[in-house]
């Protein structure tokens, strides 16, 4: 294996030797979309173009499902013994890990994260992802009901069928795990259709499921456009389940696109406007360095990214110039082949656009720029936006109540508990929020009041695949993550029988 560079010169040269693959991956191989059309990936780090890729449509997703139905319905994967489909999935999980390098790289010239991050966090964390799945394939039981002497009623869970996965572009590779793990324990097919802006690492997930020894037809992966692909894979009348990842606007039109074509289940994890509710005991180093990591880390493209700071007014002045020290000192913007950077790009020129657009908004709004607030190395020709902290905010502007999903915080002052509490519930979202006091008799208070998936206490953005993972509200319904995730891919069917 080939020393890991240290330098950006030597990322750039393993980029550039990089064999990518942008074709469709159907029943098992690789193909061109059945009309031949590919679209340009241009890489946010700098603008150009690097790949072309699939650009699939109803016709591809046609096949794709019927592969994973004919998969499914032959059983080779449904109703293969427990322990083998633990040993696929667990060679699964291992062949992500030799692959890392190679998974990073697409990962960071798709999307523009720091390569120290997708080869840190994203890779590890979707290979931990399958491999924990894949050692609860032999721990699934069935149930038998408690009845009357001479009946028995067994409840037993079985696969939905076939599953159509669509996650985005902000973490391709986990999210992806997320699906993939608990959709194939349970023993469905999967079309996997990652965003437009992050399809390759994707493509190599679905040969390295192969290699693993999945059958034909078990895992699918479909790049192209939401309308053009997401939308037939959402309407197709196979196709028994969507499970997706990404905006509420979206994630209403996947309820309506279930509703338009066969009662499809739907699980959905959408945006978020988190809170921090800093108290006036707070430890208020501690929290700093948590709302900064919880905002810019990942360039702030994080579904629960803490964006709303609501601090005490007593001590809303020192941690604000708290969080910009933290950010200053540990969280540097940079290209993200540089060693150090823990800031990147943002996913594109449209969406750098339109956070920046945020930021002036938030200013006419009557907010300050307190950190920040312009456009960043536009000499890479990338698109990078710097670290931005907006203070003085009320609730009612849009930059509190919107989703920026850039490295934005949003600082809205509180003076009473109460108050605090109308403010974090005070949005259409509910995906996480934390709570900063040492007083714990309201540290529970507060974490029982704010309705949101997950409340953190004196700390943020810890997680366990043994913890459940989604919203209240418009953030979604439905959990990845822990056990509870496998049961939203099966069906429980109850087999009642009387003895005479």
């Not at 003085?392 to 002052?413: C, K, L, T, W, Y």
Request: proline letters at 5%; glycine letters at 10%.
């Amino acid at each position: 294996m080939l020393d890991r560079p240290t330098t950006r010169d030597g990322w750039l040269a393993r980029a550039a030797a990089l064999k990518i693959e942008g074709r469709a991956f159907i029943g098992g191989a690789y193909v061109a979309a059945a009309d031949g059309a590919t679209f340009a990936k241009v890489s946010p780090i700098d603008g150009k173009v690097f790949a072309h890729v699939a650009d699939c449509g109803a016709p591809d997703i046609d096949r794709a499902v019927h592969s994973a139905r004919t998969s499914f319905e032959s059983g080779v994967w449904r109703d293969a013994d427990p322990a083998k489909k633990k040993k696929i999935l667990l060679r699964f999980a291992e062949l992500v890990r030799e692959h890392g390098e190679e998974l990073a790289l697409l990962e960071t010239l798709d999307v523009g994260k720091p390569i120290a991050n997708a080869l840190g966090v994203d890779v590890p964390f979707c290979a931990n992802c399958i491999q924990y799945y894949a050692e609860l394939a032999d721990k699934l039981v069935d149930e038998v009901a408690p009845v009357g002497p001479n009946d028995v009623a067994m409840v037993r869970k079985e696969p939905l069928g076939v599953v159509g996965a669509i996650v985005p572009w902000n973490y391709p590779l986990i999210i992806a795990a997320w699906k993939l793990g608990p959709a194939l324990v349970a023993g469905n097919s999967v079309v996997l259709k990652p965003a437009e802006q992050s399809p390759l690492g994707a493509l190599l997930l679905g040969r390295l499921g192969k290699e693993a020894g999945l059958p034909d037809g078990v895992l699918n992966v479909i790049p192209g456009f939401g309308e053009k692909a997401g939308r037939p894979l959402a309407l197709h009348p196979d196709v028994d389940m969507i499970a997706f990842t990404g905006s509420t606007e979206v994630g209403k039109l996947m309820l309506i696109y279930a509703g338009q074509s066969n009662l499809k289940r739907v699980a959905l994890e959408c945006g978020g406007k988190s809170p921090h509710v800093v108290m006036p005991d707070a430890d208020l180093d501690a929290a700093a360095s948590s709302i900064a990591w919880g905002i810019y880390y990942n360039q702030g493209e994080t579904c629960h990214a803490g964006s709303r700071v609501l601090a005490h007014a007593s001590i809303r002045e020192a941690l604000v110039e708290k969080i910009a020290a933290v950010q200053k000192a540990e969280i540097p913007l940079g290209h993200p082949f540089d060693a150090g950077a823990q800031l990147g790009a943002l996913i594109e020129e449209r969406h750098m656009e339109r956070v920046l657009g945020y930021i002036g908004l938030g200013v006419s709004e009557g907010a300050r720029i307190a950190h920040g607030g312009k456009r960043a190395l536009a000499e890479t020709g990338g698109f990078y936006v710097e670290p931005t902290i907006l203070d003085g905010a009320s609730n009612a502007m849009r930059i509190a109540q919107e989703e920026i999903f850039g490295p934005v915080v949003v600082v809205i002052p509180f003076a009473t508990e109460a108050e605090a509490i109308e403010l974090a519930n005070d949005t259409i979202y509910g995906l996480a929020a934390a709570v900063w006091t040492r007083d714990m008799n309201a540290a529970h208070r507060l974490s029982r009041a704010i309705r949101a998936g997950t409340i953190w206490v004196n700390t943020y953005d810890r997680s366990s695949l043994a913890t459940p993972f989604g919203g209240f509200k418009q953030s979604g319904f439905g959990r990845d993550r822990s056990p509870h995730a496998i049961d939203k891919y099966m069906d429980f069917k109850t087999i009642w029988t009387a003895y005479q």
